[in-house]
């Protein structure tokens, strides 16, 4: 360039954008004024077609006749996509294979919503109604969603696997009181408020620009270019927010993206493909419902002495991300406690449903859950407050009480002061003696408190996702570029990883500006996802900004002879001895002597690796810790309830952003809590979801949530190893704190058995199932 | 192929005039139409609100309202809350305090507020909880969202 940008007189003042502000959400200004662009709000060409799929209303059959002359006879049809126009690869399974982009005649239909064939038009309604116009004659064969009926029959996607310490047999059988249990929990919609959307628009190689409502856009432009049949560096994926993903971006957004690629080859044409609801409802996975069966060992004071668990998930039709969902939920059924001996097994489980997928929490919450619901019983068992049973039982540092059933040793035993902390600031034991008073003089409505903890294991369990990427750019005029690999969805990514770069360079937030994810910008990327988002993004965009501060700080060397340590980066300056250039000045300077102002930076997590063979080792690179305490109140008469009081006491580490930590807590927290109460998924007989829409899936409104909600974040607690500013990751455990809410309402329910007695109460615990619980426990008491 | 009808409508002081199919939400009249795509489509079905806006004054899911509906009318979306290039307090607070995560409920959650504080300027929390109880957040938890009304209608007073 020729002419340098004019620099503003700028009047360094104090940098206040570092690590640990609490920085309102990088694009909360648009967001407000309605201007933040979410894949549906791009302005389209002019020849944009939009995109519909038909699917089956079958859940398990051959599919005898496709007849698809009424759909290209429909009003405003552009074109048909059929299996058979498929050029390149034609099942999309992310791990395994098993995912079929589209079927044909012959095909054999696994789900009722399977997608069968693709349609574009004029407009989405001309499209929506075209798609529903297919002749179909299907040969029907026998379809199961059950998960037991599922594991008798040995129908699994992918073999189970075992994690064992010692002989837990042997341990339970020595054990003064033993427990047989079974328990089971429900799937759970993602229900983000963005559904599914992609827009492709031809590029003029013969290649694909992609905008994918993605949490994955790596995944997805492989994928797109494998069903093209074109190498990658011809497709694009950008995206530059998502509304809400909770996982449920992760693999499911690949699908619409291939399909609108497809179309957009096919048509010749931009094509918008975005899922009405209902849709979205049926043909996208969901968390994974769960059936567990337990036999525990323990001794009169509720002490765990052996464990043995079948942990089954219902996985749907087709692998997905099962394997990893599973095991997850493996690794965490231990929760916060020691056991001495343990059998965990996994199952992978198929149905014919959907193919179940990532959920914030990825199965975690299930193994823990399964685990709490014991400690619930071994409690009454022993006719003890839950809560101090479960203090027994935590990890310590004490008698070799520290290592996991898979071998990880527990460095940090956060978990037993933090639940303290919690027990005093929530005022547990006083609330607790007055409930019990409460519940004495009130015949039909009962209080119900608990408290659980919730440890979580963080990194993937996949080795070879722990690694990012970034880019920066320093512009002559000082401003600053930033792109990561991490897709933002609400979580404040973004925000924090520019907080890391302004931190690295000292300067205002206002000069960073985040750009889009996208392919060509950071390559070969991880999802966004597992809770990792700004622990390896963040490491990777400060090691882009390091690599740029060592060339500057080496350039000043040069130039003015002065040493390493003269050059100093503070407050929107740069020092080097007693001069003081502002932060553009001295950028326009490096780049007039011809030093790089960009750099890429790049991360992997150290130390972590599990050998599934011996199933063990050290999956996670540290454990995020956190405990809640919920009150609640029902109805023993009808099983309504309310939430009254919520106490939640996390541990974030050295937080980047507490304002955003909290807004994660809360949100992950009710969450949680819906997951456990008002979220009902409901299967017809003919494997069709009946509970489609928001109005028959009941997602927490703002009247489900506790009107006194408390939320600390743990004081003074850095994170011992080496992460981002010794932060801690916080998107997903919060989630877990939602099963105090599970365990008050089953609390409350035992009141009628005067605590004697645990409740029948499996997962979700709507009204109706709280009735009934009551009802059953009234009639043995 | 419907009959094609003439409405116009009046968008946040601006008047449209548009040949539309009977059949077009106000929704799409909104995001199609005028190019206004600030209006989010959430659920479909009236339940989530992210589509809320205010026909004549009075909140609607305009994923449930027809654009002929509208015709003759007065339309607020979240586009027109900012004045003369200034944001409304409402808005103001919402981003100070984090009244938003992912953001795609914001736009109808701001409308919901706005519509709330013009009936009852100062609002219990209580009241600022039925007052939003159409409207869905997926992300939240709802306490920064309440922190945020509660903040605006202090502000709002206050001037
Ligand atoms: S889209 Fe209108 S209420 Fe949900
Ligand atoms: S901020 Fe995401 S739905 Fe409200």
Same mark, same amino acid.
């Given at each position: 360039?020729?002419?340098?940008?004019?620099?503003?007189?700028?009047?360094?003042?104090?940098?206040?954008?570092?690590?640990?502000?609490?920085?309102?959400?990088?694009?909360?200004?648009?967001?407000?004024?309605?201007?933040?662009?979410?894949?549906?709000?791009?302005?389209?060409?002019?020849?944009?077609?939009?995109?519909?799929?038909?699917?089956?209303?079958?859940?398990?059959?051959?599919?005898?006749?496709?007849?698809?002359?009424?759909?290209?006879?429909?009003?405003?049809?552009?074109?048909?996509?059929?299996?058979?126009?498929?050029?390149?690869?034609? /099942?999309?399974?992310?791990?395994?294979?098993?995912?079929?982009?589209?079927?044909?005649?012959?095909?054999?239909?696994?789900?009722?919503?399977?997608?069968?064939?693709?349609?574009?038009?004029?407009?989405?309604?001309?499209?929506?109604?075209?798609?529903?116009? %297919?002749?179909?004659?299907?040969?029907?064969?026998?379809?199961? &969603?059950?998960?037991?009926?599922?594991?008798?029959?040995?129908? &699994?996607?992918?073999?189970?696997?075992?994690?064992?310490?010692?002989?837990?047999? %042997?341990?339970?059988?020595?054990?003064?009181?033993?427990?047989?249990?079974?328990?089971?929990?429900?799937?759970?919609?993602?229900?983000?408020?963005?559904?599914?959307?992609?827009?492709?628009?031809?590029?003029?190689?013969?290649?694909?620009?992609?905008?994918?409502?993605?949490?994955?856009?790596?995944?997805?432009?492989?994928?797109?270019?494998?069903?093209?049949?074109?190498?990658?560096?011809?497709?694009?994926?950008?995206? @530059? @927010?998502?509304?809400?993903?909770?996982?449920?971006?992760?693999?499911?957004?690949?699908?619409? !993206?291939?399909?609108?690629?497809?179309?957009?080859?096919?048509?010749?044409?931009?094509?918008?493909? @975005?899922?009405?609801?209902?849709?979205?409802?049926?043909?996208?996975?969901?968390?994974?419902?769960?059936?567990?069966?337990?036999?525990?060992?323990?001794?009169?004071?509720?002490?765990?002495?052996?464990? *043995?668990?079948?942990?089954?998930?219902?996985?749907?039709?087709?692998?997905?991300?099962?394997?990893?969902?599973? /095991?997850?939920?493996?690794?965490?059924?231990?929760?916060?406690?020691?056991?001495?001996?343990?059998?965990?097994?996994?199952?992978?489980?198929?149905?014919?449903?959907?193919?179940?997928?990532?959920?914030?929490?990825?199965?975690?919450?299930?193994?823990?859950?399964?685990?709490?619901?014991?400690?619930? @019983?071994?409690? =009454?068992?022993?006719?003890?407050?839950?809560?101090?049973?479960?203090?027994?039982?935590?990890?310590?540092?004490?008698?070799?009480?520290?290592?996991?059933?898979?071998?990880?040793?527990?460095?940090?035993?956060?978990?037993?002061?933090?639940?303290?902390?919690?027990?005093?600031?929530?005022?547990?034991?006083? =609330?607790?003696?007055?409930?019990?008073?409460?519940?004495?003089?009130?015949?039909?409505?009962?209080?119900?408190?608990? &408290?659980?903890?919730?440890?979580?294991?963080?990194?993937?369990?996949?080795?070879?996702?722990?690694?990012?990427?970034?880019?920066?750019?320093?512009?002559?005029?000082?401003?600053?570029?930033?792109?990561?690999?991490?897709?933002?969805?609400?979580?404040?990514?973004?925000?924090?990883?520019?907080?890391?770069?302004?931190?690295?360079?000292?300067?205002?937030?206002?000069?960073?500006?985040?750009?889009?994810?996208?392919?060509?910008?950071?390559?070969?990327?991880?999802?966004?996802?597992?809770?990792? +988002?700004?622990?390896?993004?963040?490491?990777?965009?400060?090691?882009? %900004?390091?690599?740029?501060?060592?060339?500057?700080? /080496?350039?000043?060397?040069?130039?003015?002879?002065?040493?390493?340590? /003269?050059?100093?980066?503070?407050?929107?300056?740069?020092?080097?001895?007693?001069? =003081?250039?502002?932060?553009?000045?001295?950028?326009?300077?490096?780049?007039?002597?011809?030093?790089?102002?960009?750099?890429?930076?790049?991360?992997?997590?150290?130390?972590?690796?599990?050998?599934?063979?011996?199933?063990?080792?050290?999956?996670?690179?540290?454990?995020?810790?956190?405990?809640?305490?919920?009150?609640?109140?029902?109805?023993?008469?009808?099983?309504?309830?309310?939430?009254?009081?919520?106490?939640?006491?996390?541990?974030?580490?050295?937080?980047?952003?507490?304002?955003?930590?909290?807004?994660?807590?809360?949100?992950?927290?009710?969450?949680? !809590?819906?997951?456990?109460?008002?979220?009902?998924?409901?299967?017809?007989?003919?494997?069709?979801?009946?509970?489609?829409?928001?109005?028959?899936?009941?997602?927490?409104?703002?009247?489900?949530?506790?009107?006194?909600?408390?939320?600390?974040?743990?004081?003074?607690?850095?994170?011992?190893?080496?992460?981002?500013?010794?932060?801690? %990751?916080?998107?997903?455990?919060?989630?877990?704190? +939602?099963?105090?809410?599970?365990?008050?309402?089953?609390?409350?329910?035992?009141?009628?058995?005067?605590?004697?007695?645990?409740?029948?109460?499996?997962?979700?615990?709507?009204? *109706?199932?709280?009735?009934?619980?009551?009802?059953?426990?009234?009639?043995?008491? | #192929?419907?009959?094609?009808?003439?409405?116009?409508?009046?968008?946040?002081?601006?008047?449209?005039?548009?040949?539309?199919?009977?059949?077009?939400?106000?929704?799409?009249?909104?995001?199609?139409?005028?190019?206004?795509?600030?209006?989010?489509?959430?659920?479909?079905?009236?339940?989530?609100?992210?589509?809320?806006?205010?026909?004549?004054?009075?909140?609607?899911?305009?994923?449930?309202?027809?654009?002929?509906?509208?015709?003759?009318?007065?339309?607020?979306?979240?586009?027109?809350?900012?004045?003369?290039?200034?944001?409304?307090?409402?808005?103001?607070?919402?981003?100070?305090?984090?009244?938003?995560?992912?953001?795609?409920?914001?736009?109808? #959650?701001? #409308?919901?507020?706005?519509?709330?504080?013009?009936?009852?300027?100062?609002?219990?929390?209580?009241?600022?909880?039925?007052?939003?109880?159409?409207?869905?957040?997926?992300?939240?938890?709802?306490?920064?969202?309440?922190?945020?009304?509660?903040?605006?209608?202090?502000? #709002?007073?206050?001037?």
């Amino acid at each position: 360039m020729r002419n340098l940008p004019a620099q503003n007189a700028n009047t360094p003042g104090q940098a206040t954008s570092k690590v640990g502000a609490e920085l309102q959400h990088e694009a909360a200004t648009l967001h407000v004024s309605g201007a933040a662009r979410y894949i549906d709000d791009i302005p389209v060409p002019a020849s944009c077609l939009h995109g519909a799929v038909g699917m089956s209303t079958i859940a398990s059959g051959r599919i005898k006749r496709l007849d698809l002359s009424r759909v290209r006879q429909s009003p405003g049809v552009q074109a048909v996509l059929t299996l058979q126009d498929i050029p390149g690869h034609r /099942d999309i399974g992310p791990v395994f294979p098993g995912d079929p982009l589209l079927l044909d005649e012959g095909g054999v239909v696994q789900f009722h919503g399977q997608a069968l064939f693709a349609v574009a038009a004029d407009t989405v309604t001309e499209a929506r109604q075209a798609a529903r116009l %297919a002749e179909v004659e299907y040969e029907n064969t026998e379809s199961n &969603l059950d998960i037991r009926h599922g594991l008798q029959e040995e129908q &699994l996607v992918r073999p189970s696997h075992t994690q064992s310490r010692g002989n837990a047999k %042997a341990a339970i059988e020595a054990s003064p009181r033993r427990l047989h249990g079974e328990f089971s929990s429900g799937g759970q919609e993602h229900m983000y408020l963005e559904g599914q959307v992609s827009l492709c628009i031809p590029t003029e190689d013969n290649g694909m620009m992609v905008y994918s409502s993605t949490q994955h856009p790596s995944e997805g432009q492989k994928l797109v270019a494998e069903v093209l049949g074109i190498p990658l560096h011809r497709v694009t994926v950008e995206v @530059r @927010r998502m509304g809400g993903g909770f996982g449920g971006k992760e693999t499911h957004a690949n699908q619409w !993206a291939c399909l609108a690629a497809l179309l957009a080859w096919k048509a010749g044409c931009a094509i918008k493909l @975005r899922l009405g609801r209902v849709d979205d409802f049926v043909g996208t996975g969901k968390r994974h419902p769960f059936h567990t069966e337990f036999t525990v060992g323990f001794d009169d004071s509720g002490l765990i002495q052996g464990v *043995e668990m079948d942990l089954a998930g219902g996985c749907g039709y087709s692998p997905d991300l099962s394997d990893a969902i599973v /095991d997850r939920a493996m690794f965490h059924a231990d929760n916060a406690y020691y056991l001495p001996a343990a059998r965990i097994t996994g199952h992978r489980v198929k149905t014919n449903a959907v193919s179940n997928t990532a959920f914030r929490g990825f199965g975690g919450p299930q193994g823990m859950l399964a685990t709490e619901a014991m400690i619930e @019983r071994i409690a =009454r068992a022993v006719g003890e407050d839950s809560l101090t049973v479960r203090q027994r039982n935590f990890y310590s540092a004490e008698d070799g009480r520290d290592s996991t059933h898979y071998g990880q040793k527990i460095e940090q035993h956060i978990i037993p002061s933090l639940v303290e902390r919690l027990v005093g600031t929530s005022d547990y034991w006083g =609330r607790r003696a007055e409930i019990q008073e409460y519940n004495r003089q009130s015949p039909v409505l009962k209080r119900g408190l608990a &408290l659980t903890p919730a440890k979580f294991g963080i990194s993937f369990t996949v080795q070879h996702l722990n690694q990012a990427g970034a880019l920066i750019h320093i512009y002559t005029d000082g401003s600053i570029q930033l792109n990561h690999g991490g897709t933002e969805m609400g979580q404040g990514l973004y925000t924090k990883v520019a907080q890391v770069v302004a931190h690295a360079f000292q300067v205002d937030i206002e000069r960073i500006a985040c750009t889009a994810t996208r392919t060509d910008k950071v390559p070969n990327t991880s999802p966004t996802a597992a809770s990792s +988002g700004s622990d390896l993004n963040g490491m990777a965009a400060l090691d882009a %900004a390091e690599i740029i501060k060592k060339r500057l700080v /080496d350039f000043a060397g040069n130039h003015f002879g002065a040493e390493p340590g /003269d050059v100093c980066f503070i407050d929107n300056q740069v020092h080097v001895g007693q001069e =003081r250039y502002s932060f553009a000045e001295f950028i326009q300077l490096a780049y007039m002597n011809r030093i790089s102002l960009s750099a890429t930076g790049y991360y992997r997590t150290p130390e972590i690796h599990y050998n599934r063979d011996t199933a063990s080792g050290r999956p996670f690179f540290y454990f995020a810790n956190g405990a809640a305490v919920a009150e609640v109140l029902i109805d023993t008469l009808t099983g309504e309830y309310r939430m009254i009081r919520a106490d939640i006491c996390q541990d974030v580490g050295e937080s980047l952003n507490p304002a955003i930590d909290i807004g994660q807590i809360e949100g992950g927290f009710i969450q949680g !809590a819906g997951w456990l109460t008002t979220e009902e998924l409901v299967w017809g007989e003919d494997g069709r979801l009946q509970t489609n829409s928001a109005a028959s899936y009941k997602i927490p409104a703002i009247g489900d949530t506790p009107g006194d909600f408390r939320v600390e974040l743990l004081p003074d607690s850095p994170n011992r190893e080496a992460t981002i500013f010794h932060s801690k %990751a916080v998107g997903e455990p919060p989630l877990m704190l +939602g099963i105090a809410v599970w365990s008050a309402l089953g609390d409350a329910v035992a009141s009628l058995s005067d605590y004697r007695e645990s409740a029948q109460l499996n997962a979700p615990a709507t009204p *109706e199932q709280v009735f009934m619980a009551c009802r059953s426990m009234r009639e043995r008491n | #192929m419907p009959e094609s009808v003439v409405v116009d409508v009046n968008v946040n002081g601006v008047a449209y005039q548009r040949e539309i199919e009977p059949r077009l939400l106000l929704v799409e009249f909104l995001r199609e139409e005028i190019g206004l795509t600030g209006t989010h489509i959430g659920c479909d079905t009236s339940y989530c609100g992210a589509c809320t806006v205010t026909l004549n004054g009075r909140l609607v899911k305009s994923c449930t309202c027809l654009a002929v509906q509208a015709d003759g009318g007065e339309v607020c979306t979240v586009e027109g809350l900012e004045q003369n290039g200034e944001l409304h307090p409402l808005q103001e607070a919402f981003s100070e305090h984090h009244g938003l995560q992912c953001g795609y409920c914001t736009p109808g #959650m701001l #409308m919901a507020s706005k519509s709330l504080l013009e009936e009852n300027p100062s609002p219990s929390r209580e009241e600022i909880r039925k007052g939003i109880a159409g409207n869905l957040c997926r992300c939240t938890g709802y306490v920064n969202i309440i922190k945020a009304i509660d903040a605006a209608a202090v502000k #709002m007073q206050g001037v």
